[in-house]
């Protein structure tokens, strides 16, 4: 009797869990793409501090090279639009699995967690709206100077307002972004057996110094000692 009971849950369970791995393996391949433009991005933007011909320099570069420019773009898109799909799709299909019994208190947790990164993860994309508008396009921003890109974060930093919202879009960024790499550790397979803790530690690190070379660049222009 049991037997045939399990027989008729099982191809659900499977069918689900299939889809699941699927959509965790498309969430981890677009979130590393998103996290290297993240470190790129950072690497660049550091320039500030060399200088205003440094940065400005560099950015130059990057838009007389259209096709590495809008290739980037496309990536960058696709990239969102695949990671925001499969974590809508992981919500609601971790939501058909959730059981009760022995499995629930575990399925609880992980969804009050993705949850909690549906939630930062719109926070973020909203931030990334505002950053467009205050520093590609300028709509934002108080003096926007085409080609200026160090006038642009100068001026746009001084607006304090403007400078706490983005410290605290980064702070979410980084909860999202050490959540996240531990997932992502975990859905790529590197995470196995004794590794893990130190993956943790890894992730964890990595992500603190991203953030605070981030929050840098505001909190220097705020002190003055950018501009
Ligand atoms: C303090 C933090 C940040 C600073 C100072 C900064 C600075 C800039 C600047 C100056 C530009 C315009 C570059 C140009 O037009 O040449 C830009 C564009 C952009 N930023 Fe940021 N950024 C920051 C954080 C972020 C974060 C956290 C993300 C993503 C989550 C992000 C995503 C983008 C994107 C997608 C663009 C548009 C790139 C393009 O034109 O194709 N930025 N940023």
């Known amino acids: 009797m049991e037997k045939?009971?399990?027989?008729?849950?099982?191809?659900?369970?499977?069918?689900?869990?299939?889809?699941?791995?699927?959509?965790?393996?498309?969430?981890?391949?677009?979130?590393v793409v998103?996290?290297?433009?993240?470190?790129?991005?950072?690497?660049?933007?550091?320039?500030?501090?060399?200088?205003?011909?440094?940065?400005?320099?560099?950015?130059?570069?990057?838009?007389?090279?259209?096709?590495?420019?809008?290739g980037t773009r496309a990536i960058l898109l696709a990239s969102v639009v695949f990671h925001v799909m499969s974590a809508v799709q992981l919500a609601r299909l971790s939501s058909a699995a959730r059981p009760v019994g022995y499995h629930a208190r575990g399925t609880i947790q992980a969804s009050w967690s993705s949850r909690t990164m549906l939630w930062s993860g719109a926070a973020i994309a909203l931030f990334v709206?505002?950053?467009?508008?205050?520093?590609?396009?300028?709509?934002?921003?108080?003096?926007?100077?085409?080609?200026?890109?160090?006038?642009?974060?100068?001026?746009g930093f001084r607006q304090v307002p403007s400078s706490i919202a983005y410290i605290a879009a980064l702070v979410l960024l980084g909860m999202h972004?050490?959540?996240?790499?531990?997932?992502?550790?975990?859905?790529?397979?590197?995470a196995r057996g004794g590794s893990f803790r130190g993956w943790r530690r890894f992730v964890f690190a990595f992500?603190?110094?991203?953030?605070?070379?981030y929050i840098s660049i505001p909190l220097a222009v705020m002190a003055g000692l950018v501009g």
């Open 4 to 31: 045939g009971a399990l027989s008729q849950e099982e191809p659900r369970e499977v069918g689900l869990l299939h889809a699941m791995i699927g959509r965790k393996a498309i969430m981890a391949i677009s979130g």
């Open 34 to 70: 998103l996290f290297g433009y993240v470190v790129g991005h950072l690497l660049g933007n550091l320039q500030v501090f060399l200088g205003r011909e440094r940065i400005n320099a560099y950015a130059a570069f990057l838009h007389a090279t259209p096709s590495l420019l809008w």
């Open 129 to 155: 709206v505002y950053h467009l508008l205050h520093q590609t396009v300028g709509t934002a921003h108080p003096d926007f100077r085409p080609g200026d890109v160090y006038s642009n974060l100068v001026v």
């Open 177 to 190: 972004l050490r959540h996240g790499g531990w997932a992502m550790v975990f859905s790529l397979g590197f």
């Open 207 to 213: 992500t603190v110094v991203l953030i605070l070379g």
